[in-house]
């Protein structure tokens, strides 16, 4: 048991891993990327282009050269061409919005010690950007986390069969476009806050998808969702609220369902013992530290909260070590 521990100087990397997310976090929130472009621009120039301090600026830069995100030639700094799609804000696979929400998380991880002691989130801190454009990062950033990988879990799942798609807390559109695109002639209905719906709005302008999605835009913590629907999609939801919280989700898209509908679940899913998977225990303090009552839970768990509201046969339909795993229940046909 003991061979596997982790020794000391892994330990005080452990602590030191802080530096460059710090370093990568601040890059994003600058644009430090988008700025240059195509561009080799010095220090100076950048500076300007900025308002930023040019010593504070230089330090920043030499460091995300280092980390080899940047490339640094005769005191001037481009974005090396490979990174550009990723790290520009007009990059086609663009990660800076969830380069800046893992910033904000981060803020938020620094109370770790003060949340544990009070049991409650510390004061959020917005970005150099705003809270507003913080919840904008938010948003896209769950898009571009889920946008490579939703269509290979949604074949997973069969891909599943329905008519009418719910996606609840659906943001930009990221997961109800993958199951249109596996089923086609379905139809889908997206409901988020009015904020995430406007994204979604743009995102789906213009695509071939657009004439089959309606957009229902309202808070589920007051509203009731938008009925007849046979397949509901509830991804990454669970995880923010409690399990007092997420029965009475559950109770309102078992009231939205058709009778035989079915209830599918992207989240994490933990073992019994709740310290693994690794992630999903990590992630259940990401969650401490940033909301009032979210956490991870396992499938016991979820299936009792579901049995609660009246679902049947609660199944895990696809197990994964991260936010991939797939739990589904079914709507009685005479409920």
């Known amino acids: 048991m003991t061979a596997n521990l982790p020794d000391r100087q892994q330990i005080l990397e452990m602590m030191s891993g802080f530096r460059a997310a710090c370093v990568l976090g ?23 282009e900025l308002d930023a301090d040019l010593r504070a600026l230089t330090t920043l830069l030499d460091a995300v050269a280092a980390v080899q995100l940047l490339d640094k030639q005769d005191g001037r700094y481009c974005v090396p061409a490979p990174l550009r799609a990723w790290l520009t804000e007009d990059g086609g696979q663009t990660i800076l919005p969830m380069l800046r929400h893992s910033m904000n998380c981060l803020r938020n991880w620094s109370q770790l010690a003060w949340v544990t002691k009070a049991g409650i989130p510390g004061a959020h801190v917005a970005s150099i950007r705003g809270f507003e454009a913080d919840r904008a990062a938010f948003i896209a950033g769950m898009h571009a986390i889920s946008a490579p990988l939703a269509d290979e879990l949604v074949a997973r799942l069969g891909p599943p069969r329905f008519q009418h798609l719910l996606d609840v807390g659906g943001a930009s559109g990221t997961w109800t476009l993958a199951f249109l695109r596996a089923v086609p002639g379905s139809r889908a209905t997206i409901f988020d806050l009015p904020d995430a719906i406007q994204q979604a709005r743009q995102r789906l302008s213009g695509t071939e998808f657009a004439a089959r999605v309606t957009l229902a835009a309202g808070d589920f913590y007051v509203d009731q ?4 629907a046979d397949y509901a ?13 997420n029965r009475q989700l559950f109770a309102k898209v078992f009231a939205a369902l058709q009778g035989g509908g079915r209830i599918a679940i992207r989240d994490v899913v933990m073992e019994p013992g709740r310290t ?58 005479a409920a």
């Open 26 to 48: 601040a890059a994003a929130e600058l644009d430090v990327w988008t700025a240059l472009g195509q561009r080799s621009l010095s220090a100076e120039q950048l500076a300007g």
């Open 225 to 228: 969702l938008p009925g007849g």
């Open 233 to 245: 999609w509830l991804s990454a939801i669970a995880h923010q609220h409690s399990r007092q919280h």
């Open 276 to 333: 693994r998977p690794l992630e999903g225990a990590l992630f259940a303090v990401n969650m401490l530290v940033n909301t009032p009552s979210g956490g991870t839970f396992t499938l016991a768990e979820f299936a009792e909260d579901l049995r609660a509201v009246g679902f049947v046969e609660p199944v895990l339909r696809i197990e994964d070590p991260r936010m991939n795993s797939v739990a589904e229940a079914t709507k009685p046909p």
